[in-house]
C-alpha cells in the first residue's frame, strides 16, 4: 500500500513525445502494485495546458507527481519546469526530470530551476522498466506527497 495517499490512487503526468517510452512507462505503472493513473502529455504546451487545465485538459485531475522530459516540441522541458516551479501552487508537485540527456548542463540548469530529482532515461528496455521500477518504489512506496490543493501556512 502507498504511504503517499493512503490508498487513493496517484496522478502521475508523464510529459514525454516518445510514444515508446510512453507505452513502456505506462505498462510499468499498469503493472504496478501502487493505485495510480497515468495521464501522458505529448509536449511542452500539452504539459502546460494539462497543468493549468486549459483546452482539451479543462477537466483534468492536479497530479501528484510529474515526469519530465527536457527535449520536448513546442515548449522545451526546461520551460515548462521554469512555469511549474513560477507557479505558487504548482510548485510543491514533485517534478522529476527524465530525460537522455547526461549533459552536465541540462542536470546543473533542472536543478537550478528546482527539478526534485534527475534521471538519466536508459535506452535499454531492461533498464528503462527498472528505472520505472525504482521511481515507483521510492516516489509511491516511501514518499509522502504533498496533498491536493494544500494552502501555505
Not at 513525445?17 to 505503472?29: E, K, Q, S, T, Y
Not at 522545451?76 to 514533485?94: H, Q, T, W
Amino acid at each position: 500500500m502507498s504511504l503517499t495517499r493512503l490508498g487513493k490512487p496517484v496522478d502521475i503526468l508523464l510529459v514525454e513525445d516518445n510514444p515508446g517510452d510512453a507505452d513502456l512507462a505506462r505498462d510499468a505503472f499498469e503493472n504496478s502494485k501502487m493505485p495510480c493513473a497515468l495521464h501522458v502529455a505529448v509536449d511542452g504546451e500539452d504539459a502546460t495546458d494539462f497543468l493549468f487545465r486549459r483546452g482539451k485538459h479543462a477537466g483534468a485531475p492536479a497530479p501528484d507527481l510529474i515526469m519530465l522530459d527536457l527535449n520536448l516540441p513546442r515548449k522545451n522541458g526546461r520551460e515548462v519546469l521554469a512555469e511549474i516551479k513560477a507557479d505558487p501552487v504548482l510548485r510543491r508537485i514533485p517534478v522529476l526530470v527524465l530525460t537522455i540527456s547526461c549533459a552536465e548542463e541540462d542536470i546543473l540548469n533542472s536543478y537550478n530551476l528546482h527539478a526534485n530529482c534527475y534521471i538519466t532515461k536508459p535506452v535499454d528496455l531492461h533498464q528503462f522498466r527498472r528505472v520505472i521500477k525504482a521511481i515507483e518504489d521510492f516516489w509511491l512506496g516511501v514518499v509522502v506527497l504533498p496533498p491536493k490543493g494544500a494552502q501555505d501556512l
